[in-house]
């Protein structure tokens, strides 16, 4: 089970860090990804990192702004989100899916949690 949480209301130029908890599964066999979907949009992919956190791939719309990281003892991945846009406004959800390989796909992820609304005002 996903938890996302930590959206809110923030200003353009002004940052944000989420977090997901992940509970009743071994953490580090899996990879993470970050999605959003803004209303009228389809989702899409934001960030994903590795099983253990030493590769990351972004979306080119948030690259150079977000930061994923993670802590596998605390079962918590984090993504930092800075000089934030009013576009990036969406709901933020986390996903996991089991990773071998220590890739960082931007598909195939089966367990998603429970959005975080983030809403950047201009």
């Known amino acids: 089970q996903l938890q996302a949480s930590g959206g809110g209301l923030v200003q353009a130029g002004e940052s944000l860090r989420l977090s997901c908890a992940a509970s009743?599964?071994?953490?580090?066999?899996?990879?993470v990804a970050w999605f959003r979907q803004a209303p009228g949009k389809e989702r899409e992919f934001v960030a994903a990192?590795?099983?253990?956190?030493?590769?990351?791939r972004y979306a080119d719309s948030v690259k150079g702004r977000f930061t994923a990281s993670r802590d596998n003892a605390k079962n918590t991945v984090l993504l930092r989100m800075n000089s934030l846009k009013p576009e990036d406004t969406a709901v933020y959800y986390c996903a996991a899916r089991p990773d071998v390989t220590g890739a960082t796909p931007a598909t195939g992820y089966g367990a998603w949690g429970q959005g975080t609304q983030v809403t950047v005002s201009s």
């Open positions: 009743g599964r071994t953490f580090s066999d899996y990879a």
């Open positions: 990192i590795s099983r253990a956190g030493t590769r990351t």
